[in-house]
């Protein structure tokens, strides 16, 4: 945990915050903090700077508090990624946030196991959780959005097209295709598919909806570590 | 598993081979493989071709095959890796044989746990399996060679001065350094510090061995982020 992230239902007074379960564990059993510490700080959604250790008790810390500066900007990347299986989603969103991915559209395709669509883990407090696992890594206070979309054409025809407006779109399929080049600079929308690819309908839909088909290079990678070179190679070069 | 892997001890005759255990659950239960099927296979540290299935038991399945065809090209990549937790370290050695990494040194630092040295997983056979991982899901019959350095000094000043040699060789590590940019055209050695990174002395040492030091962007990523950021953005851009 880089950054400690509170949220309003934290505030117990005048740039003051009450810390306890799993955030107060944190800082008394990993970081071992003690009174008068500082750590850095930030408020979910909002501004980032310095907290002062006040008072502990076995169940809490108070903080004084002081928030100034913006979180770091974000990738100027939309992540549209068949729905992977939930202990893989896990991990794909806690490096999106990571990675400073804004928006994150999870989507239907053919291969996609119907029980994916099931896990306790697409409630919005259990994404909330890894994506703050990520920001908390990052020193970020911004939550990716994240979207389901449990049939793939009417994304495909419908939305898809939206997102690709005026933005360098790509679907990454194994095949013979140009090679995808990873840049930070303008607007992207990166399209990945399942364990086992998109169907050849798939990727029909999604050249139709402006995306380019893209290789990305001459092994087949697991969806996560297919996510992680392409976002993360975006992370690398993103300007400060 | 996109390639089945055997070894000589899965040989039971010419052209012939006998699977068990493991990769025979695999072939049975996800792959759902019935007699007369072709798979791709490959011998390890050797060719890939096909195999068909000619005989199944409840115990093995036995298959006719053709090897002629040489794996895909390694990144000509040296990782050199301050040891990550166990759990980690597992996911970033099947990472990295995915990627094509050709080799990797595990390093001690300041600020690696004692009791990382310690876990089964450093055992050759434990390695492997893994690293295996990897290598099933990219068709690639290669293992990365995994060398262990306990202590720090040594390594920076007697082994890393050769590692470099010739080669583009980076530290990275926060700061204001430039930013790293993945290439796969050159040999390289990229060198990743600990979680809470390197210290200013380890980083000094590296600088003095020929690595330039360099940041991998604005955020402050896991080790895991950073290996698959940075390893993951050459796997794409590396040539067929």
Redesign the interface.
Known sequence: M?LLIFTEQDVCGEHRIRISGRRFDHLMKTLRVKVGDQIRVGELGGLCGSGTIEHITQDYAELAVSVQQPP??KLPTTLVLALPRPKMLRRILR?CA???VSDIHLINSYKVEKSFWQTPLLNQPSLETYLLQGLE????TLLPSVSLHQRFKPFAEDLLPTLCEGKSAVVAHPGDYP??A?TSENPSVLVIGPEGGFIPYEVELCQAAGCEAVS???????VE??V??????Q??????
Chains 1, 2 share one sequence.
């Open positions: 880089n770091p900007p490096a990571e990675y400073g890594q990052a020193s970020d090679v995808y990873p990305l290079g001459p092994r087949v990678l697991r570590s297919a992680a070179a392409a976002i993360g190679a992370a690398i070069l993103l300007k400060r």
